[in-house]
């Protein structure tokens, strides 16, 4: 019984919606340099670690 309820707690935490978060606004007259700039942006304020350390 106790295993049971520690997996059900443990199913029902990690079933927590992610919500993403979108930042990076793309329009359709947006130029390619525009957009290589806003992805360039975007890239420096991501919240992943960067593995190359």
């Given at each position: 019984?106790?295993?049971f309820l520690l997996i059900v707690i443990f199913?029902?935490?990690s079933c927590t919606p992610n919500i993403p978060?979108?930042?990076f606004v793309f329009s359709?007259?947006?130029s390619f340099?525009?957009?290589k700039?806003?992805?360039k942006e975007y890239a420096k304020q991501n919240?992943?670690?960067n593995i190359d350390d």
């Open positions: 019984m106790n295993k199913l029902l935490f978060k979108n930042d359709d007259q947006m340099d525009e957009f700039i806003k992805l919240p992943y670690p």
